[in-house]
């Protein structure tokens, strides 16, 4: 989910919200006025350097671990003819 920067016109004030590009997202946290939305330049360094989401490196990782434990498994049986 890409990061939005808002400023608010009538209050002059400015906050990020994080949430996807079809929500409405954007009210003044001060005014309640909707703000002026634009992508916050960090948002796009993010998904210029790796497209996938931490939760899918978390789960990448953990079937990682899962294969190396079935191969130490599969070798310790073999060494110890279990």
Same mark, same amino acid.
């Not at 009538?10 to 996807?20: I, Q």
């Not at 989401?53 to 049986?77: L, M, N, Y």
């Given at each position: 989910?890409?990061?939005? *920067?808002?400023?608010?016109?009538?209050? +002059?004030?400015?906050?990020? *919200?994080?949430?996807?590009?079809?929500?409405?997202?954007?009210?003044?946290?001060?005014?309640? !006025?909707?703000?002026? #939305? +634009?992508?916050?330049?960090?948002?796009?360094?993010?998904?210029?350097?790796? +497209? @996938? @989401?931490?939760?899918?490196?978390?789960?990448?990782?953990? $079937?990682? !671990? #899962?294969? +190396? !434990?079935?191969?130490?498994?599969? $070798?310790?049986?073999? *060494?110890?003819?279990?």
């Amino acid at each position: 989910m890409p990061i939005y *920067e808002y400023s608010c016109e009538p209050c +002059s004030n400015k906050w990020k *919200e994080l949430h996807g590009s079809d929500d409405k997202g954007g009210k003044c946290p001060d005014c309640g !006025v909707y703000g002026k #939305r +634009s992508l916050s330049t960090n948002s796009i360094i993010i998904a210029a350097s790796d +497209s @996938t @989401t931490p939760g899918q490196r978390i789960e990448k990782h953990i $079937e990682q !671990v #899962r294969e +190396s !434990v079935k191969q130490d498994i599969q $070798e310790a049986r073999k *060494e110890y003819k279990i």
